[in-house]
């Protein structure tokens, strides 16, 4: 268990996440002047792309390693690489509601959704394309959004919940359904030694 900690460098994951939910309630708020494609404006905000980090950090430490090596591993390092990105997950989302209940900022809400939904992102594309497209496709993301995730009133598309304000249980709802979904389907992928194992 400590190579693979040391191997996931939990760490620095440790500290992505306290300085992007640091950042994100300073500077959330903080409009990024992005061109929308749509020719819509709406406020996309650092907090929606600062967001996207914890969950590129979580995939550099799955890529880090030779993932051939753990491909013949007898350790259940997919299931451990699912439960490190839930714990993530929940700790960040734990730590943002009381950083709401003390200070009050709706930012401290949309960053534990926002991480906890780019992890959740993160770990179900990394089931099936593995951890470095994973984390390409995840930065990719928060862009595609700002650029076509609005309405023409320049509200936030149903669709585009990363940028729905804190109170959108549509925003929750999906971040828990995700987030469980990428959790699962890590779980339950098998290295290639263990699909031999079962023909």
């Known amino acids: 268990m400590t190579w693979w900690m040391k191997a996931r460098a939990v760490q620095r994951l440790a500290a992505a996440v306290v300085l992007t939910i640091a950042l994100g309630i300073l500077l959330g708020d903080t409009a990024l002047p992005i061109p929308i494609l749509t020719g819509q404006s709406g406020a996309f905000l650092a907090g929606h792309l600062l967001t ?3 969950a590129v950090v979580l995939m550099s430490g799955q890529e880090r390693t030779d993932r051939r090596i753990e491909a013949t591993a007898t350790r259940p390092v997919n299931r451990w690489d699912a439960c490190l990105g839930g714990a993530a997950a929940l700790i960040v989302t734990a730590a943002s509601g009381l950083l709401y209940l003390g200070l009050g900022s709706d930012m401290a809400v949309v960053s534990g959704r926002n991480i906890a ?12 394309l593995g951890p470095r497209i994973s984390a390409f496709l995840t930065t990719l993301l928060p862009l595609g959004l700002a650029h076509t995730g609005w309405t023409p009133s320049g509200k936030a598309e149903f669709w585009a919940w990363l ?8 925003a929750i709802a999906a971040t828990v359904a995700i987030l469980g979904a990428g959790c699962v389907s890590l779980w339950l992928r098998r290295n290639p030694i263990q699909r031999k194992a079962l023909r």
């Open 52 to 54: 996207v980090i914890p």
């Open 117 to 128: 939904a780019y992890i959740g992102i993160a770990l179900f594309l990394a089931a099936f």
């Open 163 to 170: 940028l729905h304000e804190a109170n959108s249980i549509t």
